[in-house]
């Protein structure tokens, strides 16, 4: 449950972010609970990826598990960062006085990272690149995937490549800040820290590095393939 702080100044708005002096100005609380902001979220994320998995099975009926997950992961990415992340990019200079449905969404998620809610530099050129390149083409990338295009393995480096920099940087700055300049960005307690900061944060780090190796494993593969190729031709 969200604590509430009072403020000696009425010009400021009281709210459950950290550090409690934290000027939020226009901030509006929320007003959906924090079990239904979580279960709109999960919803939409499950109804992407049930209507990628009918799409896949329908168009590659043949399709292994490893491929339909794949596709599942790069639509539901194409999701998230176009339209989630991108509302944030577009909006990061009103957003504590957002409170439509992804604005409290972002608000309930700045509980454990208040540079949401502060037009923090990093972060907002963070998620506007991730928002204009990588949300394109994970959506591209998952229709190779279905499609069983071999295109998809470059692409599919580059963008988790650029999901786990992205990510790398995210959680590098936050320790930076907090034990260089003391600088507080969640709130106290374990759950915004490991729940919402450390697990939603962490899909990023080990889904892309799966699909980097299994690309780059795919890639040798084709290239020594070309070479042996090549060999057998020149030696006749």
């Not at 049930?50 to 596709?71: E, K, M, N, Y």
């Amino acid at each position: 449950m969200s604590t509430s702080y009072s403020y000696p100044n009425d010009s400021m708005a009281s709210h459950p972010y950290y550090p409690p002096d934290l000027v939020l100005p226009g901030f509006v609380p929320n007003e959906i609970s924090v079990p239904v902001l979580l279960a709109s979220f999960a919803g939409a994320a499950s109804l992407v990826i049930w209507v990628t998995s009918v799409l896949a099975r329908t168009i590659r009926p043949g399709i292994s598990r490893a491929d339909l997950f794949t596709a599942m992961w790069f639509m539901l990415c194409g999701c998230i960062h176009l339209f989630f992340e991108g509302y944030f990019a577009y909006h990061n200079g009103s957003m504590p006085a957002r409170s439509d449905l992804f604005g409290q969404l972002w608000k309930e998620y700045a509980k454990s990272d208040r540079r949401y809610l502060t037009r923090d530099s990093f972060t907002v050129c963070m998620e506007t690149v991730t928002a204009v390149a990588w949300g394109p083409l994970s959506f591209l990338i998952g229709w190779f995937v279905i499609k069983d295009n071999p295109l998809r393995h470059p692409l599919q480096i580059i963008v988790s490549l650029g999901q786990l920099y992205g990510d790398v940087l995210y959680y590098a700055i936050f320790f930076f800040d907090e034990s260089v300049y003391g600088a507080v960005y969640c709130r106290p307690g374990s759950f915004y820290f490991w729940a919402y900061f450390v697990m939603l944060n962490g899909f990023w780090i080990v889904i892309p590095l799966i699909h980097i190796v299994r690309s780059t494993v795919a890639c040798a593969r084709a290239l020594q393939f070309v070479q042996d190729a090549t060999k057998q031709r020149r030696s006749k």
